[in-house]
């Protein structure tokens, strides 16, 4: 049995340090969906969006140095 409390907490420091990643949005993912709750659905959409930032922010930083 998963205890969502932690996994929570965990997630919640990695987002606030910036250094969630895609095995994070699988972790949220599946809290929201046994919790249900809207906080936890808050909390996967915001670790979606920060991969999804930081991913297009390599990208661009890889465009830059090959140019």
Same mark, same amino acid.
């Given at each position: 049995m998963i205890n969502y409390n932690i996994v929570r907490s965990e997630?919640? %420091? %990695?987002l606030a340090a910036g250094t969630v990643t895609?095995?994070?949005?699988?972790?949220?993912?599946q809290m929201a969906r046994a919790l249900g709750s $809207?906080?936890?659905?808050v909390l996967y *959409?915001?670790?979606k969006r920060q991969v999804e930032a930081n991913e297009? %922010? $390599?990208?661009?930083?890889? $465009?830059? *140095?090959d140019a």
């Open positions: 997630l919640t %420091k %990695k895609r095995d994070d949005i699988s972790a949220s993912m $809207e906080s936890a659905r *959409v915001q670790i297009e %922010k $390599e990208s661009t930083e890889i $465009e830059a *140095v």
